[in-house]
């Protein structure tokens, strides 16, 4: 009597596992996204640790920026004085400097008139052989620094009533233009100093720390991106007739009393080791494909949480 219990009560536990519905197992998984700097520079200062929740554009992590702001404070009063300069002979020149080369030009002819007129004199005297011949050639020497100085400031008057040449404006705004570019790529160097977030999500792994001297493209932490959340499950080789990518089907998440909606992204072409969790007892021995199931409303879900896929 007692073997035939045992016997009905074995067959009965064997008829529940045939009943058992067919189902593919997986986790819930995100984009991870690699935050990598863009300059070379030690870090100063790392905002955020393993695990928090962070927003597009907060900042996660700032390098040593002393030196580039130095550099941009030089440059920046470099390309003051050089757009003063510009302004300056953009203007040409003022009434003040024109009646200052006109003055300069009268009180040179003066001393010209004056040199003459000595050295007229002398050269008198000395034919009635009343001064030397020392005295007249200084007289000469007087006479050709004033009708230099003459020449002179009818130059500067005519340069200061022209203005300014083209060609010298032309210069002059291309050095503006050089040293505004050299501002803003300064500014640009500044703010790749600052790491920020790209998207928001769950900062999955930091990797470098504060004191570290890093490289350009040196990955600094890593990113889980919050609205990115999909169901990886691995499909059996005998359902996949049944699924095809833009499928829309329920996922059972563990712990959820409901499923969510979720769309069929990918399928792998090649099968895939059977993972201890993704089946049954009696089908782990079987292939299964990779299967990627894109979730709706997936910003609250927990990356690694265990997820069911009913099969047909």
Known sequence: MGKFILLAVACCLSACQGQEPKAAFGTVEREVLLVSTAVDGLITEVTVKKGDQVSAGQLLLQQETTEQQLLLTQVQAELAAAQAKLELMQLGSRT????????????????????????????????????????????????????????????????????????????????????????????????????????????????????ERVQPG???????????????????????????VGQQLSVWLQ????????????????????????????????????TEISLADNKDLISGTPVRIELP
């Open 96 to 211: 003040e400097q024109r009646e200052l080369a006109k003055a300069n030009l009268a009180r040179a002819e003066a001393k010209l008139l004056d040199a003459q007129l000595t050295q007229q004199r002398q050269a008198g005297l000395l034919t009635q052989q009343l001064n030397s011949q020392a005295a007249v050639q200084q007289a000469d020497a007087a006479l050709a620094i004033a009708l230099a100085e003459q020449r002179a400031a009818q130059q500067q008057l005519a340069e200061t009533l022209a203005g300014n040449r083209q060609q010298d404006i032309a210069q002059a705004s291309w050095q503006v233009a050089q040293l505004q570019a050299r501002v803003e790529q300064l500014q640009w160097q500044l703010q790749q100093s600052s790491t920020y977030a790209g998207r928001d999500g769950i900062i999955d792994d930091v990797l470098r720390y504060r004191g």
């Open 218 to 244: 040196t990955t600094l932490m890593t990113l889980a991106v919050s609205d990115t959340a999909y169901a990886r499950v691995y499909l059996p080789a005998s359902a996949i007739a049944h699924w095809q």
């Open 255 to 290: 712990g959820r009393e409901t499923a969510v909606n979720g769309t069929v992204r990918y399928i792998s072409t090649e099968a895939a080791f059977t993972p201890h969790f993704a089946l049954h007892q009696h089908e782990r021995s079987r292939l299964v494909y990779l």
